[in-house]
């Protein structure tokens, strides 16, 4: 293996053209290698989808090369493979055949012997290879917006590079492995309105004789691996930081205001992290540069972070706001772990992806409070625990290993994305229980020593302490804190699950004690049996007094002794846990207890799930008096089981409590709207929240009529939001909304205004647009395609359309933030043919899905689509057109959520489809396994996902007439995109006579001679010429079409190996 042979020191990558209409990018490699070992002769790099031009040796010994790219199709088309097992298997071989940690990859070169000498002596030699890449299908996205006349827009046309990891090689050769490490010089030649950003720190920028071209020099000094290498090229305006003059920021052109907007506090960041980590930034220099069509908001690389559009903003905007900035400080966080210090191995992975995330998260809770800390804590908490107790166990390092999980969690490349999500999330979490296990001051000094380590190795020999793994990470904790690790980490980090406890308590009077009952149910999936210390806190009439229990069975009972005495015996004030005294009504509980509640794990120091049980004036006493909002989120999540007078007026007063964290406030509108519901019998007065809301949002004169628009105080803004929207989902007893919602909701439009608002109030009218929607109930007589007309409508119905149809009309005029109106009015209109209001048919949404269009309403309108699939098998040609766009959408992004939808909706298209049906669904998406599984991981990821949903990891049985049905994936694509069935001719093996369904996979030489021996083969089958010529055309123009964008001309190496493509041949 190379990693014994070889050691790259320094690698030079050069861009030396890039043709947008052609999607082509020209270039060269220069790899410095130290040779390790003598009389080694063969390199091997990672590369796909690039056509290598030449290979050369110090620059002028031509070097022999193979290339073989397994990934380009796993599996073939022979029905009695075609089962997840056999794609499984043949996917972990390729991929573990190209593994860039065990230095496999698909180009072989030769070395001459020219070089034996520099090998045997252990000198420095050099190697370079020159490529093309055209029309990539993946790692490297190309924008061009179009015009109406057809022409490209080119003051808005980019290109940028995106991934997973260890796709460096979809566009440039190289070693594709997180450790290994070297130094970086990129040299990026671009037309002259253009401008390249790169890693590293710019040297300068050379301006060719005639000056339509320009040439950007960056140098890397701090040794980084390929997979954090990157580039962005278009007509970017750059800002240069008013705080950090290292920082740098880039945007297309007219975007400048919104991005020093948006920016104007990142230097915060970096303080707060040189700071607390009581290091320096890692690099010279960092830029940010925000892209349309990203493929995810951020995309992190060594001095350099790729961000989406969509996260600028103006200052107007007030819910953006936090969501950018903390995007902005994770991608700082990554800069430190995951770019300068890396992962050796997958399996270490997460430990980079875990603390720069704990890193982020710090940083919120210094920037934005602890109450949202705490609350963003424990929303990932719930997060890992759905996902481990419905989706597959999640194991953070899985070296020692195996998981259940239909999916190799071994390898990267076949992991879902929202695996990636949930095992992101429960490295933060584990991180954060080792803070409290060894100490926040402690963990911080851990980290400083690693990047302190880091940063003093300038020799490669010392380049190991750059990169960090599961046992280096024990040993650098037990260096700093003499604390062993060993237990902790085998218990969290080489297992799944999450423990899950359920108990209750009760009082016993005589003995003045607390009887605690705990039981960990190991019954279900993703559950982890957890032994260690487990803290139960008890507010009694005292105080509040912590205890910590050794949990070593599934079933365990303690005894705590109370502090106090009875509430005869009581102080006039209660001292809580924050020492704030307070008075409290204790009218509701047992006059003989002292306990006024109890919680399990107050500060979630354990992956869990806790289930609890205490009287209802218990969980009200919580969450009135408690000051912790992860106590009140608890309370209010059980109090919707106890729908009675007490709780409708506490959850009323925390409603109108404005010393309440503003999430709490908004959670108890909508669980006060459950308990009215289930009191609407008994229901006395008004409406709930109807007069708190007019008291502080209505007219002073007129308080039905809200007041104009002012958002000074954030917390009421929200709050503002919040309680018409749960106000719409009251219900009375017939199930129906009552008319007085209505009308209230209905009048909140027509007295919005914002006139004299310095903030915008897009995101409230998409908030009041949402809560209409949620006033919808079924209607009486079902709207249908032809019965349709104004009179069939309800007056609410008309009233609302109305509405919609005038905010619809009004953002075309005044678009909204990110079409935030636009989507919540497509959402209404959907609901509105779900309750039978409108005829239920997809072709509106469609036009709202085209190409074009605003990424948010294109993938609004998608998922609405997809949900048109539970309406049974009339359905059918909408799983066909989300089908066609995932395989050919040009926006990698579009073709991902369309996957992710359709995994949702799993078990409505396994309802609509007929046998023929669901062969040929199989057939869909067994290509689309096998067409992106070397291009985009995550979206192969998803479409095998969708196929393990709906098959299982069995072979389909049922087999359709070859004379009526088309057997293979091209035939079939082109086929479902034309919605109708087309007759195919099989010849003696079984395959259509054209042999289209191996069309793109194979060598241009090959299937040319294979087409001829074919046609001759079955040249007796017809009786015409033409008859053949009619058929063959018939077949395969609707097949090419329907390949993603750029596989039609660069498939393989194999075809590029050739100069079979006229725009290749103008290189």
Not at 118 to 131: A, C, P
Not at 284 to 313: C, G, R, W
Not at 467 to 495: A, H, N, P, R
Not at 719 to 733: D, G, K, V
Request: proline fraction near 4%; glycine fraction near 4%.
């Amino acid at each position: 293996m190379m990693a014994a042979n070889f050691k790259i020191v320094r690698q030079r990558l050069i861009i030396s053209r890039v043709h947008f209409e052609k999607r082509l990018v020209v270039g060269l490699v220069e790899l410095h290698l130290l040779p390790l070992t003598p009389d080694v002769l063969t390199l091997r790099l990672n590369c796909r989808q690039s056509r290598i031009f030449e290979v050369l040796v110090n620059e002028v010994i031509p070097a022999d090369y193979d290339y073989c790219d397994p990934t380009i199709k796993i599996v073939s088309d022979d029905r009695s493979l075609r089962n997840l097992d056999t794609f499984q298997n043949n996917q972990r071989e390729a991929l573990d055949s190209v593994d860039a940690d065990k230095r496999r990859g698909e180009l072989t070169i030769y070395l001459p012997k020219e070089v034996e000498g520099d090998i045997n002596n252990g000198r420095q030699f050099r190697v370079s290879v020159e490529f093309a890449l055209l029309a990539p299908a993946g790692g490297l996205h190309f924008v061009l917006p179009v015009m109406d006349d057809g022409s490209l827009l080119k003051n808005a046309m980019h290109m940028f590079t995106y991934g997973t990891p260890n796709s460096s090689r979809l566009w440039f050769p190289c070693v594709d492995s997180c450790n290994e490490l070297c130094t970086w010089k990129m040299e990026i030649t671009v037309d002259a309105m253009m401008t390249a950003v790169a890693p590293g720190e710019l040297i300068e920028a050379v301006v060719s004789a005639d000056g339509k071209e320009k040439t950007y020099f960056y140098e890397l000094d701090v040794p980084t691996s390929a997979c954090n290498i990157a580039l962005a090229i278009g007509p970017f305006e750059c800002y240069v930081d008013s705080s950090r003059n290292e920082v740098k920021h880039y945007c297309l052109p007219h975007l400048m205001p919104i991005l020093k907007c948006t920016t104007e506090t990142l230097h915060e960041a970096f303080e707060f992290y040189e700071e607390m980590l009581s290091v320096r930034y890692p690099y010279p220099a960092y830029k940010q540069v925000f892209v349309d069509e990203a493929y995810v908001n951020s995309q992190t690389f060594a001095s350099m972070t790729i961000f989406n559009t969509n996260l600028l903003h103006s200052a107007r905007i007030i819910d953006q706001n936090p969501l950018s900035r903390f995007a902005q400080a994770h991608g700082i966080a990554q800069q430190f772990f995951g770019c300068f210090i890396s992962r050796k191995t997958w399996t270490d992975a997460w430990l980079t992806v875990g603390i720069s995330k704990y890193l982020a998260y710090q940083y919120q809770k210094a920037t934005f409070g602890n109450n949202e800390y705490r609350y963003a804590v424990r929303q990932m908490l719930s997060d890992v625990w759905e996902y481990e107790q419905n989706e597959a166990p999640i194991v953070l390092d899985s070296s020692n290993s195996k998981s259940s999980a239909y999916f190799d969690i071994t390898i990267p490349q076949t992991l879902p994305s929202n695996y990636l999500d949930a095992f992101t999330k429960k490295s933060c979490l584990v991180l954060r229980m080792l803070e409290n296990r060894l100490g926040k001051e402690l963990l911080l000094q851990v980290f400083n020593k690693m990047l302190s380590l880091a940063s003093l190795s300038a020799n490669p020999e010392m380049w190991d302490n750059i990169m960090i793994s599961t046992k280096s990470f024990i040993q650098s904790v037990f260096t700093v804190t003499g604390k062993d690790l060993e237990v902790f980490i085998d218990q969290w980090v080489y297992q799944s699950g999450c423990a899950y406890f359920n108990g209750n308590f009760v009082f016993n009077r005589k003995r003045n004690v607390v009887e605690l009952e705990l039981k960990q149910d190991m019954s279900g999936k993703g559950v982890h049996k957890y032994v260690g210390p487990l803290t139960v806190t008890i507010q009694e009439l005292d105080g509040s007094f912590n205890h910590t229990f050794k949990i070593e069975e599934n079933k365990t009972k303690f005894e705590i002794t109370c502090h106090s005495k009875s509430r005869r015996q009581k102080k006039k004030k209660i001292p809580l846990m924050t020492g704030e005294e307070i008075d409290i009504d204790l009218t509701a509980m047992d006059a003989d207890s002292p306990v006024l509640w109890l919680r399990i794990d107050p500060d979630m120091q354990v992956l869990r799930k806790v289930q609890w049980e205490q009287p209802d004036f218990m969980w009200q006493y919580q969450l009135r008096h408690e000051r912790d909002v992860v106590a009140q989120a608890e309370a209010l999540d059980m109090l919707s089981s106890f729908p009675t007078a007490a709780t409708r007026q506490t959850l009323m007063d925390i409603i109108d409590d404005d010393h309440c964290f503003y999430r709490v406030r908004m959670s108890g509108a909508h669980c006060l709207v459950t308990v009215a519901n289930e009191m609407a019998s008994t229901w006395a007065g008004p409406p709930a929240m109807m007069n708190m809301f007019k008291k502080k949002f209505g007219s002073y004169s007129a308080p039905d009529i809200v007041r104009q628009l002012r958002f000074k105080n954030f917390q009421l803004y929200y709050l503002q939001r919040a309680i018409p929207l749960a106000m719409a989902s009251l219900r009375n007893t017939h199930s129906i909304c009552p008319s007085e919602v209505l009308k209230f909701i209905f009048d909140l439009f027509k007295y919005s205004d914002n006139s004299r608002n310095k903030y915008s109030d897009c995101y409230y009218t998409a908030s009041l647009v949402e809560a209409a929607t949620n006033t919808i109930t079924p209607a009486i007589i079902l709207a249908s395609a032809g019965s349709m007309d104004h009179q069939t409508l309800s007056n609410e119905s008309k009233v609302l359309l109305e509405e919609i149809t005038r905010l619809l009309n009004l953002e075309k005029l005044l678009p909204s933030y990110r079409n935030v109106i636009t989507i919540s009015c497509l959402r209404c209109l959907r609901v509105l043919q779900q309750n039978g209001h409108l005829p239920s048919t997809p072709t509106f949404f469609k036009s709202y899905a085209q190409y074009g269009m605003f990424i948010d309403i294109r993938l609004a309108a998608l998922t609405i689509i997809s949900e048109f699939l539970n309406e049974g098998a009339a359905q059918k040609p909408q799983l066909d057109y989300l089908l066609d766009m995932a395989s050919s959408d040009p926006v990698p992004r579009v073709r991902l959520h369309i996957m992710s939808d359709l995994v949702k909706q799993c078990a409505a298209i396994t309802s609509l489809a007929t046998d023929a049906d669901n062969y040929e669904i199989n057939c869909r998406l067994w290509r689309l396994m096998n067409l992106f599984c070397g291009q985009d991981a995550l979206l192969c990821a998803e479409v095998v996902e969708l196929y393990y949903k709906l098959y299982g990891r069995r072979s389909l049985t049922y087999v359709p007439r070859e004379q009526s049905y088309i057997g293979h994936q091209e035939g079939v694509l082109s086929q479902m995109s034309e919605g109708v069935e087309a007759e195919t001719i099989y010849d003696d093996t079984g395959q259509d006579q054209f042999g289209m369904a191996d069309y793109s996979y194979q060598d241009t030489a090959e299937n040319k001679s294979r087409l001829k021996k074919k046609k001759k083969k079955n040249k007796h089958k017809h009786k015409h010429k033409s008859e053949r010529k009619e058929r063959e055309e018939g077949m395969r123009q609707p097949t090419l079409s329907h390949i993603p964008v750029g596989l039609p001309i660069l498939d393989t190496m194999a075809q590029l190996s050739e100069p079979s493509s006229p725009e290749m041949d103008d290189i």
